[in-house]
C-alpha cells in the first residue's frame, strides 16, 4: 500500500516534469504571481504583495511564501528561472494525488486508490496547473487532504466505529493552509460536502466527530498572524481589495472579461477531464443509481455536484475553478473496480445512455484536436514542421481511442496505459511543442535582445504597447511599463544605458518626441512576433539614444 502511494507521487511527477524548464513564464496569472514572488526576494518583505508599485491583494500569502522557499532552496536568489517556481505547482499535483490515491484505499481498496490516483495525474487540468506557477495545485493538494479526511470521518461514523485521533488534525491544518493559499475555496468545497450529505442522510451527528472548536483554533493559528500583519501594513487595504473587489464582485458579476452564462463547466469537462472524462461519467451515472445503498457513494457525489453547480451558477467562470471538484470523480472510477463485471456494467437509464453518448463525442472531439493543435500549431505559428508533432498526435489519438470503453468498468491496466498515453501527449505538448512556438513568446526574445545589446550594468528598459507581466519577471522589475512618449522621457533621463521599446509604426513619433530635445533615436534590432494575451500582431523596435 505504501508502495503505491511513493508511486503514485513518482508518476505525479514524471507526468508533470516536462516544460517546467522548457516552457517560458506565461501571461498574465502566473507571471504576476511569480514577479509578485520574485519582488518578495529583491525586498526581503514577506508581507506585503506588491507587482511593481502596485498592491496585489487578489489572493492570500500561503503560495508567494512556498515559491519564496522554492526560490531560496535553489540558491539562484531573485534570478532564480522559472522552473523553480513552478516545483511548488508540481509538488502540488504530486501531493494531490497521493492524497485521493490515499482516499481512494481508504473507501475503497489499494486497486481502487491507485486508479483514482493515476486519473488524478494524467487529465488535462492536472497536467496543465501542476506546470502553471500560481495557487490551483497546491490549493488541490489541501482540498484532497481536507476532504480525504472528511470522507474517513464520515465513514467511520456510519459504521459506528472510532474515528482514528488524527483525521480531524489532518482535516483543519489541511484547511488553514487552504484558505492561505486561495481564501475561502477548500472550506466552502467541505461545506457544501457537509450540507449534501445532511440533505441525504437527515443526519449531522457525525460533524461532532470533528473537534470543531479545536479544529477552529488551530486554522485560526495558521491564518491569523499574517491576516493580523496585513491588516496593519495595508491599513485594511487588503480585506477591502480582496473580499470587497475579488471575490464579491467575481460572486455578482463577471470579472476580468470572463463573465459567462450557466453550462460553462459542462462544455468545457471534456478538454480538462481528458483523457478520463467519459470513464468518469460512466462511473458516475452508476453511482447515481446506487448511492442509496452505499454511503461512500453518497460522499463522493457530495464532493462533485454541489461545488460543480455552485460555480455554474456563479458569473465569473475559470475552468481550473472546477478543479477541486474532480477527485470525487476519481474516485467513483476506482469504486466501479470493486464491483463483479454484471454490476459494474449494469444497463443506464435513457438520459443517463444519452449523456455518455454526448461525453463520448466531446472526448473524440478533444483527442482529434488535441492531434490537430500538435501538428497544426507549429506549421501555423512558427511556419516550420516539428517531427515531434508526429508522436504527440498519434498519442493523442490512441489515448483517446483507449479512453473510449466498451464497457463502464475499465481494468487497471487499461487506465494505467491510457494515463501513460495521456502523459506522453501532455509531456511533449508543453514541453517540446508548445516552447518550439517561438513567434508567441515575445518575453523571451525581447530579453535576449536586451542582453545583445545592453549599454549598461544599470539598463533599464521602457516598453509601450506590449506591457504583459512577463517582460518584468524577465527583464526586471524596475522595467517602466509607458507609452511612446513615456519611451522618449525615458531615453532622455539617462540617454547613455536606457533602452526603449516601441512599436516600430511609431518609431516617427518616437523620434519626434526625442528632437524637442536635440536628440535621435537608434533601432538596435526589431522583434516581431504574436501577444497571445490580447491577440496582436507587433512589430516592435529596441531604441536608445543615438549617441
Known amino acids: 500500500m505504501n508502495r503505491n502511494y511513493l508511486f503514485l507521487f513518482l508518476f505525479s511527477i514524471v507526468m508533470t516534469i516536462s516544460g517546467l524548464a522548457s516552457l517560458p513564464p506565461v501571461d498574465r496569472d502566473e507571471s504576476r504571481f511569480v514577479q509578485a514572488t520574485k519582488q518578495m526576494v529583491e525586498t526581503g518583505d514577506y508581507v506585503d504583495i506588491r507587482l511593481q508599485d502596485v498592491t496585489r491583494y487578489k489572493k492570500p500569502i500561503g503560495i508567494y511564501w512556498l515559491q519564496s522557499a522554492a526560490v531560496a532552496l535553489s540558491g539562484e536568489g531573485a534570478a532564480a528561472p522559472i522552473w523553480v517556481y513552478r516545483l511548488v505547482s508540481m509538488l502540488g499535483i504530486a501531493i494531490a494525488v497521493v492524497g485521493?490515491?490515499?482516499?481512494?484505499?481508504?473507501?475503497?481498496?489499494?486497486?481502487?486508490?491507485?486508479?483514482?490516483?493515476?486519473?488524478?495525474?494524467?487529465?488535462?487540468?492536472?497536467?496543465?496547473?501542476?506546470?502553471?506557477?500560481?495557487?490551483?495545485?497546491?490549493?488541490?493538494?489541501?482540498?484532497?487532504?481536507?476532504?480525504?479526511?472528511?470522507?474517513?470521518?464520515?465513514?467511520?461514523?456510519?459504521?459506528?466505529?472510532?474515528?482514528?485521533?488524527?483525521?480531524?488534525?489532518?482535516f483543519w491544518i489541511a484547511q488553514g493552509l487552504g484558505i492561505l493559499i486561495k481564501g475561502p475555496v477548500s472550506p466552502l468545497l467541505s461545506l457544501l460536502t457537509a450540507a449534501a450529505l445532511f440533505a441525504f442522510d437527515r443526519d449531522w451527528r457525525w460533524l461532532t466527530k470533528m473537534k470543531l472548536v479545536r479544529g477552529m483554533a488551530i486554522v485560526l493559528v495558521i491564518v491569523l498572524p499574517w491576516l493580523i500583519l496585513i491588516t496593519w501594513k495595508s491599513g485594511g487595504a487588503f480585506f477591502q481589495e480582496a473580499v470587497g473587489k475579488d471575490m464579491l464582485n467575481k460572486v455578482a458579476q463577471g470579472e476580468e472579461s470572463h463573465g459567462l452564462p450557466p453550462g460553462f463547466y459542462m462544455l468545457t469537462y471534456s478538454l480538462f477531464m481528458w483523457p478520463f472524462g467519459l470513464i468518469a461519467v460512466g462511473a458516475g451515472l452508476q453511482a447515481i443509481n446506487r448511492f442509496w445503498d452505499d454511503p461512500r457513494l453518497r460522499f463522493c457525489l457530495a464532493w462533485y455536484?454541489?461545488?460543480?453547480?455552485?460555480?455554474?451558477?456563479?458569473?465569473?467562470?475559470?475552468?481550473?475553478?472546477?478543479?477541486?471538484?474532480?477527485?470525487?470523480?476519481?474516485?467513483?472510477?476506482?469504486w466501479l473496480l470493486t464491483l463483479p463485471a454484471d454490476h459494474a456494467n449494469a444497463p443506464l437509464k435513457r438520459w443517463q445512455t444519452w449523456l455518455w453518448w454526448a461525453t463520448a463525442f466531446g472526448l473524440a472531439v478533444v483527442a482529434i484536436g488535441l492531434a490537430v493543435v500538435c501538428v497544426g500549431a507549429p506549421l501555423y505559428v512558427a511556419k516550420t514542421f516539428s517531427w515531434w508533432s508526429i508522436p504527440a498526435a498519434i498519442a493523442a489519438l490512441v489515448t483517446g481511442y483507449l479512453a473510449f470503453p466498451r464497457q463502464l468498468q475499465v481494468s487497471l491496466p487499461r487506465i494505467a496505459a491510457i494515463a501513460v498515453g495521456a502523459g506522453i501527449t501532455f509531456s511533449l505538448l508543453f514541453g517540446v511543442i508548445a516552447p518550439s512556438l517561438k513567434p508567441i513568446w515575445l518575453s523571451p526574445a525581447i530579453k535576449a535582445a536586451i542582453d545583445a545589446n545592453r549599454l549598461c550594468d544599470t539598463t533599464v528598459l521602457a516598453s509601450a504597447k506590449f506591457q504583459e507581466?512577463?517582460?518584468?519577471?524577465?527583464?526586471?522589475?524596475?522595467?517602466?511599463?509607458?507609452?511612446?512618449?513615456?519611451?522618449?522621457?525615458?531615453?532622455?533621463?539617462?540617454?547613455?544605458?536606457?533602452?526603449?521599446?516601441?512599436?516600430?509604426?511609431?518609431?516617427?513619433?518616437?523620434?519626434?518626441?526625442?528632437?524637442?530635445?536635440?536628440?535621435?533615436?537608434?533601432?538596435?534590432?526589431?522583434?516581431?512576433?504574436?501577444?497571445?494575451?490580447?491577440?496582436?500582431?507587433?512589430?516592435?523596435?529596441?531604441?536608445?539614444?543615438?549617441?
Not at 496547473?129 to 488541490?140: I, P, Q, S, Y
Not at 474515528?163 to 480531524?168: F, M, Q, S
Not at 460543480?308 to 458569473?315: G, K
Not at 491577440?535 to 529596441?542: C, E, Q, R, T
Request: net charge neutral; glycine share 10%; proline share 7%.
Open 100 to 170: 485521493i490515491g490515499w482516499t481512494g484505499t481508504k473507501l475503497f481498496g489499494a486497486n481502487a486508490g491507485l486508479a483514482a490516483g493515476l486519473m488524478m495525474a494524467a487529465i488535462f487540468a492536472t497536467a496543465f496547473e501542476g506546470r502553471d506557477a500560481k495557487t490551483d495545485a497546491m490549493l488541490l493538494a489541501c482540498c484532497v487532504i481536507a476532504q480525504g479526511a472528511l470522507a474517513q470521518v464520515y465513514m467511520a461514523a456510519k459504521r459506528n466505529e472510532p474515528v482514528p485521533g488524527h483525521l480531524p488534525w489532518i
Open 305 to 334: 455536484i454541489p461545488f460543480w453547480l455552485v460555480f455554474e451558477a456563479i458569473p465569473t467562470k475559470l475552468p481550473h475553478y472546477v478543479m477541486p471538484a474532480y477527485p470525487g470523480m476519481a474516485l467513483l472510477i476506482g
Open 469 to 547: 507581466p512577463s517582460l518584468v519577471f524577465l527583464v526586471g522589475t524596475k522595467t517602466v511599463l509607458t507609452d511612446v512618449e513615456g519611451v522618449a522621457r525615458h531615453l532622455l533621463a539617462d540617454p547613455g544605458c536606457a533602452l526603449g521599446l516601441a512599436p516600430i509604426k511609431d518609431e516617427q513619433k518616437l523620434a519626434d518626441v526625442l528632437a524637442t530635445q536635440g536628440k535621435s533615436a537608434k533601432r538596435l534590432t526589431e522583434i516581431d512576433g504574436i501577444n497571445y494575451s490580447s491577440g496582436d500582431k507587433l512589430a516592435l523596435g529596441l531604441y536608445r539614444v543615438a549617441p
